[in-house]
């Protein structure tokens, strides 16, 4: 799995699932949207058209692309790392369901530093992403890592150039740890970054960051741990330093109040805890409440079910965290109630 690893990782919009020169046929299923979920669709696409042989076409443009090709019609589903509020909602007569959480972390090349070495507060990384903090030896970094050797290093920031539910994340954290950066970047999709390179996608920000020295970039755990980039600790809002890891994202995810979120609308950014890491999000699967195809949609259905019940462990082992059972039955619950076919029935 490792060599089609890096092929989907750099191939952004390359078809998942599908075998190959000798089963030359088109994806069965059509998605377009995040980033911050890729790798972990790509092997469960993988694996999907292994047991069942139904493809996989998920293209990887963003969030704020997957939303606007749902709306449009041109793909079976589109995905978001930013939920879409109620109102949202109903303007494109869409659902919205959870599928998977993880975490967003921030990314550094610094000679001589490893991963989880250095310690950054909220209000140290937004000060680095407003640019007023200019060099890594900063007494204000200094301060948070007394006997690390942090090399007098220009900092670089890279970002996202593509609207994107990884950056929504990112911002909204960083809003609810600084107030300066709240009032003057905010949150968003995509916000006026006051300083920094764009690179598109979790690829694009992480071939920058692996290039460019002193610079810092956030991208989906997965996408640090397999391109080997140092990843930096983080104080969460129990003023405990973390790393990110499975076990802090779920330690986040914990928290999450599903039964109480009107449709799915949850953001799960500085949760409460310990243990938990404070950039954990859910990543959403958008699809028409009114299908014009009851089959596709039930073959999508489908899909995401087997994900659901087989999927657990190749999440995990790519740091994500699985959607809970309850969660995962409120979600067929809310299948069987919004999605219809052309003929006003249930699709499944």
Do not use: C
């Amino acid at each position: 799995m490792k060599k089609v690893w890096k092929s989907v990782v750099v191939a952004a919009g390359l078809v998942l699932g599908l075998g190959g020169a000798s089963n030359a046929v088109a994806a069965d299923l059509t998605g377009a949207g995040a980033t911050f979920p890729y790798p972990i669709y790509a092997k469960w696409a993988s694996a999907y058209h292994k047991e069942k042989g139904i493809g996989l076409n998920y293209q990887s443009i963003g969030s704020g692309g997957g939303i606007k090709q749902i709306r449009q019609g041109t793909v079976d589903f589109g995905a978001s790392d930013k939920p879409l509020t109620p109102d949202e909602l109903k303007d494109g007569n869409l659902m919205q369901f959870p599928m998977i959480m993880g975490g967003v972390v921030p990314v550094i090349n610094l000679p001589g530093i490893k991963p989880g070495e250095l310690k950054l507060t909220g209000e140290v990384l937004a000060q680095l992403f407003m640019g007023k903090i200019k060099k890594w030896d900063d007494p204000a970094i200094k301060k948070l890592n007394p006997g690390l050797k942090i090399p007098s290093q220009r900092v670089t920031v890279v970002h996202r150039s593509d609207g994107s539910g990884t950056t929504f994340l990112f911002v909204h954290y960083l809003s609810a740890v600084s107030k300066n950066w709240e009032q003057k970047v905010g949150t968003g999709v995509a916000v006026s970054w006051p300083t920094g390179l764009g690179g598109k996608g979790n690829e694009g920000v992480a071939s920058y960051v692996k290039t460019v020295k002193g610079s810092i970039g956030y991208v989906e755990l997965a996408y640090a741990e397999q391109n080997k980039m140092t990843y930096t600790q983080l104080q969460n809002r129990d003023g405990q330093f973390v790393n990110p890891s499975i076990a802090t994202f779920q330690a986040a995810a914990a928290n999450a109040d599903w039964a109480n979120a009107q449709d799915f609308y949850l953001v799960l950014t500085n949760q409460p805890g310990a243990e938990s890491w404070p950039i954990t999000g859910a990543s959403f699967i958008l699809m028409h409440k009114q299908q014009k195809k009851a089959d596709t949609a039930r073959q999508a259905l489908d899909f995401f079910t087997w994900a659901f019940e087989k999927g657990d462990q190749m999440a995990t082992d790519l740091h994500y965290v699985p959607m809970p059972d309850n969660v995962v039955e409120m979600v067929k619950k809310a299948w069987a109630a919004e999605l219809k076919g052309p003929d006003g029935k249930p699709v499944r």
